[in-house]
DNA sequence: GTCATGTCCATGCATTTGCATCTATCTCAA
DNA sequence: TTGAGATAGATGCAAATGCATGGACATGAC
């Protein structure tokens, strides 16, 4: 009840990411990552987000991966057939990253299976209400607040 | 609006993960992880919270880590020496896993300087209300469902 | 007791990661 | 135009990671 701002704000992120970490651990028990790691399943999902190719760059702002480990990662995806690169016509540094028909099948098959996984570990813990509320939370969380220190 | 239920849960976990994924990346972006990484801090952090030596595989259970991995990132934190290992009296199988002296210090230093930024980081973002909710709704989710389907 | 089975932690080994750095390109002021 | 500084992405290399497995101990049926 009496608990500081910071100290409020400490514990929900302390709460936060045990839920997370408790999740994936459980998420990654199941047998459905055969063909994909979680890892390379994330940068699939997050570029079949995408209705037109992005910049790597862009991509590792939302993947948890440093840029010259995405680097690599893509380097194997293509390898496998899964991404297409190509440069960008708009800045000659840039390469353009877009799922293949092949990525996105795969990306469409594992995330299907996942989905289900997600719901049923998540579904029987918070009700519809405290889902939407959890979503909201989280969103305001991710916001990108410009920092004017000016 | 009319959202499923499943469809609720797999958008309020894509969120909380984006949440993550962004704080993290604020957090590692901080110069205070000079000397432990973030992943080391996690295992000191966990460790500080236990009031008497824990075994390794409770730990592997709250951080985000293979077996193995956390087997070895012991044996190098016992090298630096903020970790003590010691064979468990009650099980010959098992290690009891304590932080020293100097490793209870530093975490605590570290720990110091991270509950600013996250603060900082979570604090303007969401009222203390919201925190309040956050942390509850994130408890429910890392509750540990018993799953009988007898 | 004995043996089969399960659990805990450590280790061999190939793969992946991150840090530092490199090259190429862009931006912008003079 | 030119040159300084910033940015995008790739690569060398040491370190960390995960998977498969190994050895030690525990547990329970017989």
Redesign the interface.
């Known amino acids: 009840m009496g608990r500081s ?2 100290r ?6 302390e ?11 459980q998420m990654a028990a199941t047998d459905i990552w055969n063909e994909l790691s979680m890892r390379e399943y994330d940068v699939l999902y997050t570029l079949s987000k995408c209705p037109e190719p992005v910049r790597a760059r862009e991509l590792t ?4 991966l440093s840029q010259p480990a995405l680097s690599r990662m893509i380097d194997r995806l293509i390898g496998r057939g899964f991404i297409a690169r190509d440069p960008d016509p708009a800045d000659g540094r840039g390469v353009l990253l877009s799922l293949t028909e092949q990525g996105r099948a795969i990306q469409r098959r594992v995330g299907g299976r996942h ?2 996984d ?2 049923g570990l ?5 009700d ?1 209400a ?16 410009e920092e004017k220190t000016s």
């Not at 702002?61 to 948890?64: G, I, N, T």
């Open positions: 701002t910071s409020l704000a400490n514990d929900a992120w709460a936060l990411l045990t839920a997370h970490a408790v999740l994936i651990k702002r939302h993947v948890l989905a289900v997600i719901a998540v579904r029987d813990r918070l519809p405290e889902l939407r509320t959890l979503e909201e939370l989280c969103h305001k969380l991710a916001t990108d607040h």
